[in-house]
């Protein structure tokens, strides 16, 4: 859908293959899919609305979580087994999520969210992740993939954030997984959850299709230079780096809170009294 866009102009296609160029870099690099960058700049520099920002940043994900994965992927840097049974909890979760969201109070929920993302990004600036460490996998390793899978389906639709936000300090504090493995197979977990997410979203109507093929072309390209940059730095600088990013994540997802609950409030004083 072209309709919800400001006029096509060159200035306009620069700004968005710049935002593809930053969202592709970042995911190559941190296997976060870029579309927590990549909304708010469409957002406020491209004039795309809302709705229509995220589900196109979603749809050029999917080119760009492929080609990204498959760099990790040569370089032996991707946990196959574990990355089917995350994304079969996954697809399950956002499913779940969705019908949630339509259900329950997200106030609470959401500053619990913040908080634990906070102390995550606080334990990734003190551990550094061993790399070439192999995980031996048993049935409880397995469930715990498929559970970690819900988990990133759940809070991917009720907060509308990428699940490698999720899914990489998970595999590295939890299962005890290479920096650069959790990124690898947070790439490939992303192939099928955004593509269920782009073709539910395209029934809707709510992607900008031209938007979506230039901004996922230049996110295409930047996630290699990207992956390459992941595989050159050191793992605690690493780990550090993506601390900070949660930090960001964290603050974006406090401005939401803060704005959701000032437009409560306008609501309830809006409401004539009984």
């Known amino acids: 859908m072209t309709g919800h866009a400001a006029p096509a102009t060159p200035r ?8 593809g160029l930053v969202g592709g870099l970042l995911s190559g690099l941190f296997a976060i899919g870029g579309g927590i960058v990549m909304v708010p700049l469409l957002v406020t520099f491209a004039k795309v609305n809302q709705r229509v920002a995220a589900a196109t940043s979603l749809a050029a994900i999917v080119p760009t979580s492929i080609v990204g994965s498959i760099t990790y992927l040569v370089a032996g840097e991707v946990d196959l087994l574990a990355a089917v049974l995350v994304s079969v909890g996954a697809v399950v979760g956002a499913l779940a999520g969705s019908a949630l969201l339509k259900r329950i109070p997200l106030t609470w929920l959401r500053w ?3 908080v634990f993302i906070l102390l995550v990004a606080a334990r990734l600036f003190f ?6 460490h192999d995980v031996a996998f048993t049935p409880a390793v397995g469930v715990g993939y498929v559970v970690l899978g819900l988990l990133m389906g759940v809070l991917s639709a009720l907060f509308g954030i990428g699940g490698g936000i999720i899914a990489v300090p998970a595999l ?20 099928p959850t955004s593509v269920v997410g782009t073709i539910s979203n395209w029934r809707a109507k709510n992607v900008d299709v031209p938007t979506g093929l230039a901004l ?3 996110a295409t390209v930047a996630s290699v230079p990207g992956a390459w940059l992941a595989l050159a730095l050191p793992p605690q600088l690493s780990s550090t780096l993506f601390g900070l990013l949660l930090i960001a994540v964290a603050a974006q997802l406090t401005w939401k809170a803060i704005a959701a609950q000032r437009l409560a409030r306008r609501k309830t004083a809006s409401e004539p009294s009984p």
């Open 172 to 191: 590295i504090n939890v299962f005890g997984v290479s920096d650069l493995i959790a990124k690898g197979t947070s790439l490939v977990v992303m192939i």
């Open 216 to 218: 996922g072309l230049a």
């Open 12 to 19: 306009r296609w620069t700004t968005i293959v710049v935002i």
């Open 112 to 114: 619990m969210f913040i």
């Open 127 to 132: 551990i550094t992740p061993q790399r070439g």
